[in-house]
């Protein structure tokens, strides 16, 4: 088992960014949250990256859920649950990384309209592709209040 640490690192962002594009063959993984800092800001002091959570989610939720639909549908599948069972607090990731994925969506935080165009962006090697990790600028962040950084 991994030793259990709060603060965060762009380790834990990449390793993320790789496990939910690997599980949702995705080529873009939003990160939100507090931790979305570590994409502009990986140094930041530790009381900015003092987590034990990453909040992600996958660019093709939606269509993950409709394949997913299709294949039974007696099933409700979200994107956001299937993370939390597999990489959530307790599971099995959990112990062995030291930290957890909630898997969120597009709604979880309410980002500023344009937030998009000012969103930081990094390029993660997963099985040989590209996917790009993309989360808010520090200042689409504290404008809503939309994470702890607001309250620091």
């Known amino acids: 088992m991994t030793q259990r640490s709060f603060v965060r690192t762009i380790e834990d962002l990449v390793e993320t960014v790789r496990v939910i594009a690997r599980l949702?063959?995705?080529?873009?993984?939003?990160?939100?949250?507090?931790?979305?800092?570590?994409?502009?800001?990986?140094?930041?002091?530790?009381?900015?990256?003092?987590?034990?959570?990453?909040?992600?989610?996958?660019?093709?939720?939606?269509?993950?859920?409709?394949?997913?639909?299709?294949?039974?549908?007696?099933?409700?599948?979200e994107a956001s649950e299937e993370i939390n069972a597999l990489y959530g607090e307790g599971s099995q990731f959990h112990r062995e990384h030291g930290f957890y994925i909630d898997g969120v969506d597009e709604n979880t935080a309410r980002l500023p309209e344009d937030w998009n165009k000012r969103a930081i962006t990094k390029t993660v090697e997963v099985d040989g592709r590209n996917v790009l990790a993309v989360a808010p600028c520090p200042e689409s962040l504290t404008e809503k209040g939309v994470s702890d950084l607001g309250r620091l």
């Open 24 to 77: 949702f063959k995705t080529d873009k993984v939003f990160i939100i949250g507090s931790q979305s800092i570590l994409l502009s800001w990986p140094d930041a002091p530790v009381v900015l990256r003092t987590s034990g959570e990453i909040d992600a989610y996958p660019e093709n939720a939606k269509i993950w859920e409709i394949q997913q639909k299709e294949l039974d549908p007696d099933d409700d599948p």
